[in-house]
């Protein structure tokens, strides 16, 4: 007697909170801001490759025993997998956005204070705040009041330049700006 006939053709539900889960930890990680990724990312993401893998093999047993709704639903973690290690900045860009997002929402209060606190000096206002990384890769918060850490290098002005100096955005490996969190507030990617 064929199993299709003693089993429902059901969606399999576990592969949707299975991405979710795993997701949601790259996103804790990184606004625990332990290491930077990729380093965070591997141990998740070689159970998101176990889960996928687990996955595959139970959609091609579904679709090998005539059940094609649970087939699908179990092959979408696997897609999802492949998405991720096709494009990792989809999965890997987002979880590090929300990430930023959160870890300044957390101090933003005690960030504004600080920003108030500076003194005016007729320039605009600069200042960073070292989040964590991983040796050779970190993150900043910066608050810039002239937004020149999102223009290249060559539209930087000589002032602006000065004012970095001494900060993690002098870093001879660049940085890369990963978040704008809005009111001049930045989440940076330093190579140091």
């Known amino acids: 007697m064929a199993i299709a006939t003693l089993s429902p053709d059901r969606p399999a539900i576990w592969p949707v909170p299975a991405a979710a889960v795993l997701f949601a930890g790259l996103v804790l990680v990184d606004t625990a801001l332990?290491?930077?990724p990729p380093f965070d990312a591997l141990a998740?993401?070689?159970?998101w490759c176990g889960a996928a893998m687990a996955a595959a093999r139970q959609a091609v047993r579904a679709r090998r025993d005539g059940l094609p709704r649970r087939?699908?639903?179990?092959?979408?973690?696997?897609?999802?997998?492949?998405?991720?290690?096709?494009?990792?900045?989809?999965?890997?860009?987002g979880a590090q956005s929300l990430a930023d997002h959160?870890?300044?929402?957390?101090?933003?209060?005690?960030?504004?204070?600080?920003?108030?606190?500076?003194?005016?000096?007729?320039e605009p206002k600069l200042l960073v705040w070292g989040w964590g990384g991983f040796i050779v890769a970190s993150t900043s918060l910066v608050y810039d009041e002239s937004d020149e850490v999102t223009l290249p290098p060559e539209r930087q002005s000589a002032s602006w330049k000065a004012r970095t100096e001494h900060t993690d955005l002098a870093c001879p490996y660049g940085y890369r700006v990963?978040?704008?969190?809005?009111?001049?507030?930045?989440?940076?990617?330093?190579?140091c």
């Not at 179990?74 to 989809?90: C, D, K, S, Y």
């Not at 959160?102 to 007729?122: E, I, K, M, N």
């Open 102 to 122: 959160l870890h300044f929402a957390q101090g933003r209060p005690s960030y504004l204070a600080q920003v108030r606190a500076l003194a005016d000096t007729g």
């Open 34 to 36: 332990e290491w930077e």
């Open 44 to 47: 998740l993401l070689a159970l």
């Open 71 to 93: 087939a699908l639903s179990l092959a979408l973690l696997a897609l999802a997998f492949l998405v991720m290690v096709v494009q990792p900045r989809l999965v890997m860009g």
């Open 178 to 191: 990963r978040t704008e969190l809005g009111e001049h507030f930045y989440a940076v990617g330093v190579g």
